[in-house]
């Protein structure tokens, strides 16, 4: 289990405590419209992108509960006035997937090759019984393109970065882009090392998202909705963030000492998305070690 998996199956165990609280706090979704057919809906566990086709709805990830798949589904064929005919999963993690079961059996669930063999490998005790239904049923290796109804969805693997598996998914007509977690809007990002994520390779991975998709509206897979020259800032902080462990690498520094030594610029007004005593969380400290980890080898991303 990756570190950051890890962290949140803490968060949960302690939240258990206060089930109550932790309820509440999920199950308030907030919907931002994007343009007349795209909105996002925000809460515990990121960022949905609802799309009405004319044909139906698509959702593009879940969240962490089968609860808040139930309200989101409720939310978006509200909004939409079209029952969900597609799901797609940017990547493996269960904030982004574990929602997936509150859809019908049957229902298209979209994601990369990669990330189900993801599923399969760290997940797999999640996705039994009724559950395995929502698994990705169609999956694809680098880019898929899929229509419904007057809707175009441009699905692309760009390469390494949150994991080794994430997509993003490019609505043509309204030019809006879901970047998943890729993209962590003014949060400090996680890194799934274990999974195939990399710091190193992170920067070139979103000059692919560029290239391909320029100027378009953008809804991270956490934080506000923002733009290119937003996701231009959090690619900044990357380069930063590789150079710290490259540094490190070549001068043979022990992690304290990069820790102490670092010298990050681009993540100014940077937040945690979570943090917790004793446990840590996904802030300056986490990146800085997840960088050092990848550039000295001392843990092995898994191959591409």
Same mark, same amino acid.
């Given at each position: 289990m990756s570190k950051f998996l890890?962290?949140?199956? @803490?968060v949960v165990v302690?939240?258990?405590?206060?089930?109550? @609280?932790?309820?509440?706090?999920? #199950?308030?979704?907030?919907?931002?419209? /994007?343009?007349?057919?795209?909105?996002? @809906? *925000?809460?515990?566990? +990121?960022?949905?992108?609802?799309? &009405?086709?004319?044909?139906?709805?698509?959702i593009i990830d879940t969240m962490t509960f089968q609860f808040q798949g139930e309200a989101i589904r409720e939310r978006a064929e509200a909004l939409?006035? =079209?029952?969900? /005919?597609?799901?797609?999963? *940017?990547?493996?993690?269960?904030?982004?997937?574990?929602?997936?079961?509150?859809?019908?059996?049957?229902?298209?669930?979209?994601?990369?090759? &990669?990330? !189900?063999?993801?599923?399969?490998?760290?997940?797999a005790d999640f996705w039994t019984g009724e559950a395995a239904a929502l698994l990705p049923n169609e999956t694809f290796d680098h880019q898929q393109i899929v229509r419904i109804g +007057?809707?175009?969805?441009? !699905?692309?693997?760009? +390469?390494?970065? $949150?994991?080794?598996?994430?997509?993003? #998914?490019?609505?043509?007509?309204?030019?809006?882009?879901?970047?998943?977690?890729?993209?962590?809007?003014?949060?400090?990002?996680?890194?799934?090392?274990? #999974?195939?994520?990399?710091?190193? =390779?992170? &920067?070139?991975?979103?000059?692919?998202?560029? #290239?391909?998709?320029?100027?378009?509206? @953008?809804?991270? +897979? $956490?934080g506000p909705l923002s733009d290119e020259q937003g996701l231009r800032g959090f690619q900044a902080f990357m380069a930063e963030l590789a150079a710290v462990g490259q540094d490190a690498a070549t001068a043979g520094k022990s992690l304290d000492e990069t820790l102490r030594d670092a010298d990050l610029e681009a993540d100014a007004g940077y937040e945690a998305l979570f943090e917790l005593p004793l446990v840590g969380g996904l802030n300056q400290e986490f990146v800085i070690t997840r960088a050092w980890e990848e550039a000295t080898g001392v843990i092995e991303t898994s191959p591409h």
């Amino acid at each position: 289990m990756s570190k950051f998996l890890m962290a949140v199956a @803490i968060v949960v165990v302690l939240a258990a405590g206060v089930g109550f @609280i932790l309820a509440r706090q999920a #199950a308030e979704l907030d919907v931002v419209a /994007v343009t007349a057919d795209v909105a996002m @809906i *925000t809460g515990f566990g +990121g960022n949905v992108g609802v799309v &009405r086709t004319g044909a139906g709805t698509v959702i593009i990830d879940t969240m962490t509960f089968q609860f808040q798949g139930e309200a989101i589904r409720e939310r978006a064929e509200a909004l939409t006035g =079209e029952p969900v /005919v597609m799901i797609v999963n *940017t990547h493996y993690h269960f904030d982004h997937t574990h929602g997936n079961p509150a859809f019908d059996a049957g229902t298209r669930v979209v994601a990369t090759d &990669r990330t !189900l063999e993801y599923i399969q490998e760290f997940d797999a005790d999640f996705w039994t019984g009724e559950a395995a239904a929502l698994l990705p049923n169609e999956t694809f290796d680098h880019q898929q393109i899929v229509r419904i109804g +007057g809707k175009t969805l441009h !699905l692309l693997h760009p +390469g390494r970065g $949150h994991t080794g598996g994430d997509l993003v #998914a490019w609505i043509e007509e309204d030019n809006v882009l879901h970047m998943g977690d890729l993209y962590f809007n003014r949060l400090y990002p996680n890194i799934d090392l274990e #999974a195939g994520g990399s710091v190193r =390779e992170w &920067r070139g991975t979103l000059d692919v998202v560029m #290239a391909a998709f320029p100027d378009a509206r @953008i809804i991270p +897979g $956490h934080g506000p909705l923002s733009d290119e020259q937003g996701l231009r800032g959090f690619q900044a902080f990357m380069a930063e963030l590789a150079a710290v462990g490259q540094d490190a690498a070549t001068a043979g520094k022990s992690l304290d000492e990069t820790l102490r030594d670092a010298d990050l610029e681009a993540d100014a007004g940077y937040e945690a998305l979570f943090e917790l005593p004793l446990v840590g969380g996904l802030n300056q400290e986490f990146v800085i070690t997840r960088a050092w980890e990848e550039a000295t080898g001392v843990i092995e991303t898994s191959p591409h």
